[in-house]
């Protein structure tokens, strides 16, 4: 498809509607990461910025996932999902940029948008690299953070927005939810990949003796999904920020701390992690693996345009997904 991004013409007037007529943009730029949603700070001529996303079709370059009944995360995007999240998050006293504007209906910019506070450009991931000393009072909070999301409980699983309205209604077990979203991401995958086409049956019969060890429980926390040092911000005074929250769920907390685990490795303990189940927790480590082999392997076959990097990740996943066979 054409992609056509936001140049500065296009939001003269959403500026001067929101800052005022007198109020001058200096800068746009684009940001980068973002695969789902655009990703813009807008500086103005008081030395100020915001940032701005944009739910574009142009800004979005997931095709869609495979459909599994009753998955919670299959394609989390969108400016409903987004304030439903930031309410929730707001509500169990978590960090999010602060809320400037929401426009659902597309009046500004065609498309649905969200203006909120630029809490700079220093992402966990980056200080934890650069200076791990300065990293660890953020880190803390951050499990502080978590231990408040993990212990906001839901009636049941599902998207905040969903369970806020009252129209979950699940009888599944979450760990079948899990079991047959890597299945569908296995046949995805094993049709990409020789490898995982001649590993196919091994892998599905490991995912399900996983499976069959997890015990029942009906006890949901609210997970943010895709949780890594990359989606958190740290401000100036050292506060960490939470981002790219649209897929915050009611759910077992152990996928959360399975992603938790992987993507802040031995930084991890410092999150101090609430106690979780071991056999839940490795059916969702290895469900991830999978994910991350369909998923990257998915948009490779798109125009997004760091079609190496997720490659890369793909094959990294692969070996880890034979490697237990």
Not at 8 to 30: I, K, N, S
Not at 42 to 49: E, H, K
Not at 181 to 199: E, M, Q, S, Y
Not at 285 to 290: C, G, I, K, S, W
Request: with cysteine; proline share 6%; aromatic share 8%.
């Amino acid at each position: 498809m054409t992609r056509a991004f936001l140049t500065p013409d296009d939001v003269h007037d959403l500026v001067a509607e929101q800052f005022g007529a007198d109020r001058r943009l200096t800068a746009l730029d684009r940001l980068t990461g973002g695969s789902k949603k655009g990703v813009y700070r807008l500086r103005l001529d008081d030395a100020t910025s915001v940032i701005l996303y944009l739910w574009a079709t142009a800004e979005n370059y997931w095709p869609p996932s495979p459909a599994v009944e009753d998955d919670p995360f299959t394609d989390a995007s969108g400016a409903d999902l987004f304030a439903a999240g930031h309410a929730a998050l707001t509500a169990a006293g978590v960090r999010v940029p602060r809320l400037l504007t929401l426009d659902r209906d597309g009046r500004h910019l065609g498309a649905a948008l969200a203006l909120v506070e630029d809490a700079g450009a220093t992402t966990l991931e980056a200080l934890m690299e650069r200076d791990p000393a300065a990293a660890a009072l953020p880190l803390a909070t951050l499990g502080d953070a978590l231990r408040r999301m993990h212990t906001t409980s839901g009636p049941a699983y599902g998207r905040v927005a969903d369970v806020a309205r009252g129209v979950v209604a699940r009888t599944r077990r979450a760990e079948d939810v899990v079991m047959d979203r890597a299945l569908a991401h296995l046949d995805a995958g094993a049709a990409r990949d020789p490898r995982l086409g001649r590993a196919r049956d091994r892998i599905a019969a490991h995912v399900r003796h996983l499976r069959d060890a997890v015990a029942p429980r009906r006890r949901y926390g609210l997970v943010h999904g895709e949780l890594g040092p990359d989606h958190v911000l740290v401000t100036p005074s050292g506060e960490p920020v939470l981002i790219d929250f649209e897929g915050l769920t009611y759910f077992d907390v152990e996928w959360e701390h399975a992603w938790l685990r992987m993507r802040f490795e031995d930084a991890y303990p410092a999150l101090r992690p609430v106690d979780l189940d071991p056999c839940r927790l490795e059916l969702y480590r290895y469900a991830q693996v999978l994910s991350l082999i369909e998923g990257p392997l998915r948009i490779a076959d798109t125009d997004f345009p760091d079609r190496r990097w997720m490659l890369d990740l793909a094959e990294w996943n692969i070996a880890k997904a034979l490697a237990v066979i």
